[in-house]
């Protein structure tokens, strides 16, 4: 085997971060929701037994869910973010090189080490970032990322009887899971591949291993191909230690309350502006063109009277390309007054940017030039790097002091992590009070 990956993946991740700060949820189903409480995103392992489906609206559960006792959570970004950052500064200390590839799970990549006892190595992940971080998590390892995905899936199923980690090396130890595994289920194909495979009697991803690689390749794509051979053990898909610079970045959300007011709307985008800045300027681009979108309802809820429906974008054509959050604010502004339209609800909005260059690589017209903001770039950086920190973040005026449009979040739990102000608090009985004031070495009284 030349190659080995392995997959860490967090177990039910959103749900483990709230239990990390509530020891009293260890054995009580938990749910986390979307934005503005919609949809359940994250279930524990009791809230799945309890047959809860994923992605399935809160409205229609909650009362049988309050009669369960399943404790419920709106979604918490920034102790996920947070958290999800730990988790992968201790993988990099376990791993000589790791992929991050969502903000529950990473690849690394093991080549050197297919000497060492990998499930030797898989617990000691697993028994590391519990400690540091106390969150589980399981390990697949494989000879590709593919089915890296898959060790990992089984080992999931498997953690309840004490396992947790899966390693396979040889084919014979991978081939059984593959005629169990449905053809939607493999990482990178989903439900209208998979449809158009089964056209073919492709059911599995046994039957995928086993296809004529180059109908693959014709009748889909060379992806398709590449998964299949993957699948056989041939690794395809290498090992990328920087995510790839988006062609797009969209920020947007749909408001907690219906909007009404310009203001309200323009204080909105200047956020999603600000936050799609940050990471354009995350994988060191800029952009020269921004597009917002604004629209309604398209229909009232059921048993309403009938409102108007409304949706509009307009687009932004930046003379030289910027990544300072001033200038995207401004066009936000100039954008929001050509497509606003009174006496409507707003429901969501957001902004796009696209056309990146790297800094640097954009030649600028000889006639048509805008002055450059004096040391954008230094102050950007010191803002983000503010920002990074946690707590307070630093915020334009344009976002708006007391935001009208933010999610509703009626089960939010507190930044643990983030925050100082929202640090448990821990009252000490009388006996601790009493050796704490005292010191064991002088007896003298100490605060």
Partial sequence: MSRCYALVDCNSFYASCERLFRPDLRQRPVIVLSNNDGCVVSLSREAKDLGIPMGVPYHQIRDWAQQQ???????NYALYGDLSNRVMRTLEQLAPRI???????????????????????????????????GLPVCVGIAPTKTLAKLANHVAKGQRAQGGGVIVWQQA???????????????WGIGRRLGRQLRLLQIDSAADL?????????KQFSVSV?????????????GYAQMPAARAQILCSRSFGRRLTQQQDLAEALCHFACQAAEKLRAQQQRCRELTIFIRTHPFAASGQTPRPAYANQAAWRFLEPTADSRDLMQACHALLASIWRPGYQYLKAGVILRDFYAAGSFQPELFVQAPPRPRSAELMQVIDRINRRGGAPIRFAGQGLDPQWQMRREHLSPAYTTDWRQLPLVTLGPCAATLMRRSPATENPVP
């Fill in 69 to 75: 006792g399943v404790a419920v959570f709106s979604s």
């Fill in 99 to 133: 992929e991050i590839y969502s903000i529950d799970e990473a690849f690394a990549d093991l080549g050197g080490m297919q000497r060492w006892d990998l499930t030797q190595w898989g617990r000691q992940v697993r028994q590391t970032v519990l400690r540091h971080c």
């Fill in 172 to 186: 014979a130890q991978w081939q059984p899971q593959l005629a169990q595994t449905e053809v939607e289920a493999i």
């Fill in 209 to 217: 291993a086993a296809a004529h690689l180059p109908t693959l390749r």
């Fill in 225 to 237: 191909e590449r998964i299949a051979r993957e699948l056989n053990g041939v690794a395809c898909l």
